[in-house]
């Protein structure tokens, strides 16, 4: 495998016409990704093989015949294109002296750069090493920060087989399988070290040592390297510590954790960087902490005076609302993994243990990574307001001898670059300001999307529903074949949704407490509403749940059983295997998304955020990032989307489902459906295209991941623990 990615950037330079070497380069850099210029590039060569590469430009490239890119090479429109896109990423490579960190955080430099630790990340459809949510911001925070020139590398970990590939029975019970990475066909460059063999890292568990090798990814101007232990010198069950993420083993998760923390900064050492700033995304990375302490300690200072001086170099954000959901790992196995480490910290066993200790999660069975990352980090915050304060209460009172760090809150913003589509970034560009992407915090600047004509941008939302639709249609199809369904239903498959109807879409991972079901909680009132024949609704849903989450299994089973209704089978459907790709073209082609939380356990809820930028309207509960965006009129209802139930939670949480749901059904059938179906003209609803312009104006100057960035840099990077924010209660 190493043989075939070592000549992988060789084989696609003596493949390609010299005059096409560039396309080479675009495809070892993500940069490509969310770049209008740089994916249309590619699709342009063959449309329906770059459809069935699942917009994967390496694989794309190989099979293209040398005939076809002969042909190519001899085009003087596409030779100009592809000189233009080529300038553009050098531009922007090259430009790192005049960007926004540049002067804002000349301290931090490239060699020494923030280190952002996270267990998953999300970058693109073609690299399967983020489950959902966290992963898709880790993504969006490593190009927002390439974008503004913020020096910057990642650490995760390279998962040989991903998460999971859904596939629903005929009983639509969720099936998980675990096909291997093509690796050969991925942007990654392996690491090696200055005599050009394979780098390659240890760190011990138990009584073995384990060898990590590590891979590059480039994404702009940043850098992302991914950890693997796939190494034939490693014993069987090391060479599997990596293959699949979010494993259910306490031996895996905190083998792989220590693979992250630990070897991630060993990496770093080894590639002669020192870090500025350890962000840690999530407590899976916590044990990146005890590395750099180690590492202090070594050189001859004592554990207390290093606890300080790594406090000042690490930052934590945490997502997680429920307690139950922080990881800790129970005390034995600590003791087993960490025999020969804490004497390494100057510690004894006891005050090793004691670093993850905490009142919350008991203290004498159980080692909290979350109390770990809080003790010795100069700062923390929640995802969204809301989410800051429901940390804060979660983790007071705390233990008084060791006082965690303060949690703040910065909430999550989404790149603009890779979720807008680029048909509706044209019309920013046409009629708000050509590089509007470097302008999205200025709020003044989004005033201007009224003067864009309505017939415009219903035309270009309608276009990508219209996208949206045919994925529908074609993934259905494919879903139908493959479970071997009779002619008819595949048949069916066609003429499923229609273009004119109000389009819903709601898609996340699956849990019990984000009650994707809500909306079948009275099946009567959601059948009124959803066969209406003068004014109908169709629905989207889309998502996985954990392999050992049997409950919310069932949620999409039923779900499924909604799907065959003889009334509803052409009004709703269930997407299999949600990814990247399928969340894009729901995000840009859905009228309405629906988000259904039991509050206040929404972290943050970027998806909608993602809508907003393509003119997509919510409807949520007040959870997370929309209780700070949610905007009421004077008469009381929504300016730019709507709120389902009231801004508060009660204790019994069946009653609260009862009245969110009642509180749904009474916005859809008097507010929701007749706005849409209220046309000036036939094809024209002011009204709802009112909305959709509040939204983005509301929604894109604040919910960006360019103004995320600036704010870390800012309130946890820059920040001293002294001025960091405190705790409220």
């Given at each position: 495998m190493v043989e075939l990615l070592q000549s992988l950037a060789s084989r696609l330079t003596t493949k390609l016409p010299s005059n096409l070497d560039s396309l080479g380069q675009l495809a070892l850099n993500f940069w490509w990704s969310w770049t209008p210029e740089g994916v249309a590039i590619f699709r342009d060569i063959d449309a329906t093989a770059w459809e069935q590469s699942q917009h994967n430009p390496i694989q794309f490239l190989s099979t293209l015949s040398e005939e076809k890119l002969a042909q190519l090479a001899t085009q003087p429109a596409y030779l100009e294109r592809l000189r233009a896109v080529a300038t553009k990423f050098d531009s922007y490579m090259q430009s790192s002296h005049s960007t926004w960190a540049k002067q804002a955080a000349p301290e931090i430099t490239p060699q020494q750069p923030v280190a952002y630790f996270s267990v998953e990340f999300g970058l693109h459809q073609t690299l399967h090493i983020y489950a959902g949510g966290l992963g898709i911001l880790a993504g969006d925070h490593l190009k927002s920060a390439s974008d503004l020139g913020l020096p910057i590398v990642g650490v995760g970990l390279l998962y040989?087989?991903?998460?999971?590939?859904?596939?629903?029975?005929?009983?639509g019970w969720q099936q998980e399988t675990y096909p291997e990475q093509e690796l050969e066909t991925l942007p990654l460059e392996l690491v090696r070290d200055s005599s050009g063999e394979p780098l390659k890292i240890k760190v011990t568990m138990c009584d073995r040592s384990v060898k990590l090798q590590a891979w590059r990814v480039r994404v702009g101007r940043a850098n992302l390297y991914l950890l693997d232990t796939g190494l034939e010198d490693n014993q069987k069950r090391d060479r599997q510590i990596t293959n699949r993420l979010y494993q259910a083993d306490d031996n895996v998760r905190i083998a792989q954790e220590m693979v992250l923390g630990i070897g991630g900064v060993r990496l770093l050492q080894h590639l002669g960087l020192d870090p500025k700033i350890y962000h840690l995304n999530e407590s899976n990375a916590a044990f990146?902490?005890?590395?750099?302490?180690?590492?202090?300690?070594?050189?001859?200072?004592?554990?207390?005076?290093?606890?300080?001086?790594?406090?000042?170099?690490?930052?934590?954000?945490?997502?997680?609302?429920?307690?139950?959901?922080?990881?800790?790992?129970?005390?034995?196995?600590?003791?087993?993994?960490?025999?020969?480490?804490?004497?390494?910290?100057?510690?004894?066993?006891?005050?090793?243990?004691?670093?993850g200790g905490s009142e919350q999660q008991d203290t004498k069975e159980k080692f909290s990574m979350t109390a770990l990352a809080l003790r010795l980090s100069k700062?923390?915050?929640?995802?969204?307001?809301?989410?800051?304060?429901?940390?804060?209460?979660?983790?007071?009172?705390?233990?008084?001898?060791?006082?965690?760090?303060?949690?703040g809150a910065i909430?999550?913003?989404?790149?603009?670059?890779?979720?807008?589509?680029?048909?509706?970034?044209?019309?920013?560009?046409?009629?708000?300001?050509?590089?509007?992407?470097?302008?999205?915090?200025?709020?003044?600047?989004?005033?201007?999307?009224?003067?864009?004509?309505?017939?415009?941008?219903?035309?270009?939302?309608?276009?990508?529903?219209?996208?949206?639709?045919?994925?529908?249609?074609?993934?259905?199809?494919?879903?139908?074949?493959?479970?071997?369904?009779?002619?008819?239903?595949?048949?069916?498959?066609?003429?499923?949704?229609?273009?004119?109807?109000?389009?819903?879409?709601?898609?996340?991972?699956?849990?019990?407490?984000?009650r994707g079901d809500l909306i079948f909680r009275d099946p009567q009132r959601a059948l009124q509403i959803l066969s209406n024949p003068a004014q109908p609704v169709q629905i989207i849903f889309a998502g996985k749940a954990h392999p050992a989450d049997d409950k919310s299994k069932q949620i999409i089973q039923n779900l499924i059983e909604w799907t065959r209704r003889p009334e509803l089978h052409q009004r709703i459907v269930f997407l299999e295997d949600y990814d990247f790709l399928t969340a894009k073209k729901l995000v840009q082609g859905v009228d309405l998304w629906l988000n259904t939380p039991l509050r206040p356990q929404e972290a943050s809820g970027t998806s909608g955020q993602k809508v907003c930028f393509n003119g997509g309207i919510n409807c949520s509960i007040l959870d997370?990032?929309?209780?700070?965006?949610?905007?009421?009129?004077?008469?009381?209802?929504?300016?730019?989307?709507?709120?389902?139930?009231?801004?508060?939670?009660?204790?019994?949480?069946?009653?609260?489902?009862?009245?969110?749901?009642?509180?749904?059904?009474?916005?859809?059938?008097?507010?929701?459906?007749?706005?849409?179906?209220?046309?000036?003209?036939?094809?024209?609803?002011?009204?709802?295209?009112?909305?959709?312009?509040?939204?983005?104006?509301?929604?894109?100057?604040?919910?960006?991941?360019d103004r995320m960035v600036m704010e870390y840099v800012h309130q946890m990077y820059l920040s001293t623990a002294d001025n960091a924010a405190p705790i409220v209660l």
């Amino acid at each position: 495998m190493v043989e075939l990615l070592q000549s992988l950037a060789s084989r696609l330079t003596t493949k390609l016409p010299s005059n096409l070497d560039s396309l080479g380069q675009l495809a070892l850099n993500f940069w490509w990704s969310w770049t209008p210029e740089g994916v249309a590039i590619f699709r342009d060569i063959d449309a329906t093989a770059w459809e069935q590469s699942q917009h994967n430009p390496i694989q794309f490239l190989s099979t293209l015949s040398e005939e076809k890119l002969a042909q190519l090479a001899t085009q003087p429109a596409y030779l100009e294109r592809l000189r233009a896109v080529a300038t553009k990423f050098d531009s922007y490579m090259q430009s790192s002296h005049s960007t926004w960190a540049k002067q804002a955080a000349p301290e931090i430099t490239p060699q020494q750069p923030v280190a952002y630790f996270s267990v998953e990340f999300g970058l693109h459809q073609t690299l399967h090493i983020y489950a959902g949510g966290l992963g898709i911001l880790a993504g969006d925070h490593l190009k927002s920060a390439s974008d503004l020139g913020l020096p910057i590398v990642g650490v995760g970990l390279l998962y040989r087989q991903g998460y999971f590939q859904q596939q629903l029975d005929a009983s639509g019970w969720q099936q998980e399988t675990y096909p291997e990475q093509e690796l050969e066909t991925l942007p990654l460059e392996l690491v090696r070290d200055s005599s050009g063999e394979p780098l390659k890292i240890k760190v011990t568990m138990c009584d073995r040592s384990v060898k990590l090798q590590a891979w590059r990814v480039r994404v702009g101007r940043a850098n992302l390297y991914l950890l693997d232990t796939g190494l034939e010198d490693n014993q069987k069950r090391d060479r599997q510590i990596t293959n699949r993420l979010y494993q259910a083993d306490d031996n895996v998760r905190i083998a792989q954790e220590m693979v992250l923390g630990i070897g991630g900064v060993r990496l770093l050492q080894h590639l002669g960087l020192d870090p500025k700033i350890y962000h840690l995304n999530e407590s899976n990375a916590a044990f990146t902490l005890l590395e750099v302490a180690r590492q202090s300690v070594h050189r001859g200072e004592p554990f207390e005076q290093v606890k300080s001086a790594v406090q000042q170099r690490c930052v934590f954000t945490t997502h997680t609302p429920v307690l139950a959901g922080h990881q800790t790992f129970p005390v034995d196995l600590m003791t087993e993994y960490f025999s020969n480490y804490w004497q390494q910290l100057g510690l004894t066993k006891e005050e090793f243990l004691a670093l993850g200790g905490s009142e919350q999660q008991d203290t004498k069975e159980k080692f909290s990574m979350t109390a770990l990352a809080l003790r010795l980090s100069k700062a923390a915050n929640g995802v969204s307001q809301l989410n800051g304060e429901v940390n804060r209460q979660m983790w007071s009172p705390h233990p008084q001898e060791i006082e965690p760090a303060p949690i703040g809150a910065i909430t999550n913003g989404i790149h603009a670059g890779t979720w807008t589509a680029p048909s509706i970034s044209e019309l920013y560009a046409q009629y708000l300001d050509r590089d509007w992407t470097k302008r999205m915090s200025d709020r003044l600047l989004w005033d201007k999307v009224d003067e864009i004509p309505n017939p415009e941008i219903w035309q270009r939302h309608q276009q990508l529903k219209e996208d949206l639709i045919a994925h529908v249609r074609t993934w259905v199809k494919q879903t139908r074949q493959r479970r071997g369904e009779d002619p008819q239903a595949i048949e069916e498959c066609d003429r499923l949704f229609d273009p004119n109807v109000l389009t819903i879409g709601l898609a996340r991972r699956f849990s019990s407490y984000k009650r994707g079901d809500l909306i079948f909680r009275d099946p009567q009132r959601a059948l009124q509403i959803l066969s209406n024949p003068a004014q109908p609704v169709q629905i989207i849903f889309a998502g996985k749940a954990h392999p050992a989450d049997d409950k919310s299994k069932q949620i999409i089973q039923n779900l499924i059983e909604w799907t065959r209704r003889p009334e509803l089978h052409q009004r709703i459907v269930f997407l299999e295997d949600y990814d990247f790709l399928t969340a894009k073209k729901l995000v840009q082609g859905v009228d309405l998304w629906l988000n259904t939380p039991l509050r206040p356990q929404e972290a943050s809820g970027t998806s909608g955020q993602k809508v907003c930028f393509n003119g997509g309207i919510n409807c949520s509960i007040l959870d997370g990032w929309w209780r700070e965006a949610y905007q009421q009129g004077t008469d009381g209802k929504g300016v730019n989307g709507w709120a389902i139930g009231e801004d508060c939670s009660l204790d019994d949480s069946e009653v609260q489902a009862q009245k969110d749901a009642e509180s749904l059904y009474d916005l859809l059938t008097r507010e929701i459906v007749p706005l849409f179906y209220d046309r000036t003209s036939p094809e024209l609803p002011a009204r709802w295209i009112a909305m959709m312009k509040a939204s983005i104006k509301t929604a894109i100057p604040r919910f960006n991941t360019d103004r995320m960035v600036m704010e870390y840099v800012h309130q946890m990077y820059l920040s001293t623990a002294d001025n960091a924010a405190p705790i409220v209660l």
